[in-house]
């Protein structure tokens, strides 16, 4: 079906995006066709995008693709024409993960993907044929939330090609990734950092991921001495990537600290299963 996305969870996604996103999107769903054809099995948004938290001006478009198989020239053929020069993204810019099927039948939380692209106007370029070992915990962490939400721009629902992986061994790399973000000489984005912890704190609770905002409302009642930093995170969230510099310092990293306590205590011992609260509504 060339010109659309072919589910109706896609198109319930795009329904809520500005119009630009949301044709910039069918758009890349189409190239990925003409070059895969039917060894492109499956596309779907993660991040913000799958959480139904996309923020316009601030949010990256978060993509995932899953393919039988894709030697090195494809794989640059299809970094080329989905880069900012060649297809300019209306959102801050494009995360694109790819993967090859065997690396995602399996519950691993490696990176494992064949492609990461960033490419946009406000992110730093970046191309990268295979795991280079910088940050891995992204990936399981985003194969977590496409799976959860189970929203497909093409091909099947995603939790019939991606393998999910336990609580258990997500947690530790959630646990890594706000040991990495405090271990940072430098934060450059630091409403971003505290609007992660506050989802990776509610996962942690809960088993489940929420957008930033659902997050860091919740984070609020649980943590409210840091509520004032959360507030201002929330708010220069929400005015674009340049404010995102105004949150930082030592109140920051006491907040990631204070994350990084509480995750530890919740991260279940190896053979016992995780004991979480339900879910709340919001």
């Known amino acids: 079906m060339a010109g659309s996305v072919g589910t109706w969870q896609g198109m319930a996604v795009m329904s809520t995006l500005p119009a630009a996103e949301a044709a910039y999107l069918t758009v890349v769903v189409d190239r990925l066709r003409a070059v895969f054809g039917e060894a492109l099995l499956g596309v779907y948004p993660t991040g913000s995008l799958a959480l139904h938290g996309y923020t316009p001006g601030r949010s990256d478009l978060d993509l995932i693709a899953v393919v039988e198989?894709?030697?090195?020239?494809?794989?640059?053929?299809?970094?080329?024409?989905?880069?900012?020069?060649?297809?300019?993204?209306?959102?801050?810019?494009?995360?694109?993960?790819?993967?090859?099927?065997?690396?995602?039948?399996?519950?691993?939380?490696?990176?494992?993907?064949?492609?990461?692209?960033?490419?946009?106007?406000?992110?730093?370029?970046?191309?990268s044929f295979g795991p280079d070992g910088d940050e891995s915990f992204w990936y399981p962490i985003d194969r977590s939330i496409s799976r959860q939400q189970g929203v497909a721009l093409l091909?099947?629902?995603?939790?019939?090609?991606?393998?999910?992986v336990p609580f258990e061994a997500l947690m530790s790399v959630v646990i890594e990734s706000i040991d990495a973000r405090l271990r940072a000489a430098?934060?450059?984005?630091?409403?971003?950092?505290?609007?992660?912890a506050c989802r990776?704190?509610?996962?942690?609770?809960?088993?489940?991921?929420?957008?930033?905002?659902?997050?860091?409302?919740?984070?609020?009642?649980?943590?409210p001495e840091f509520g004032t930093l959360i507030h201002r995170a929330l708010d220069s969230y929400g005015r674009g990537r340049a404010a995102g510099t105004a949150v930082g310092?030592?109140?920051?990293?006491?907040f990631l600290g204070f994350v990084l306590d509480r995750l530890r205590r919740h991260q279940p011992a190896?053979?016992?299963?995780?004991?979480?609260?339900?879910?709340?509504a919001h």
């Open 69 to 127: 198989r894709a030697d090195a020239p494809v794989l640059a053929d299809v970094a080329a024409r989905l880069s900012h020069d060649a297809l300019p993204c209306p959102a801050t810019g494009l995360e694109f993960v790819l993967y090859e099927r065997a690396a995602v039948a399996v519950a691993g939380t490696g990176a494992g993907f064949a492609l990461n692209l960033n490419t946009g106007r406000e992110l730093p370029p970046r191309v």
């Open 270 to 280: 190896a053979g016992h299963p995780p004991t979480r609260h339900p879910a709340s």
């Open 249 to 254: 310092g030592a109140e920051l990293r006491a």
């Open 200 to 223: 990776s704190l509610r996962f942690a609770v809960e088993g489940r991921w929420y957008a930033k905002r659902l997050a860091a409302e919740w984070a609020v009642r649980e943590a």
């Open 186 to 196: 430098g934060l450059d984005l630091g409403d971003n950092a505290v609007l992660n």
């Open 155 to 164: 091909g099947p629902p995603p939790a019939t090609l991606l393998a999910p």
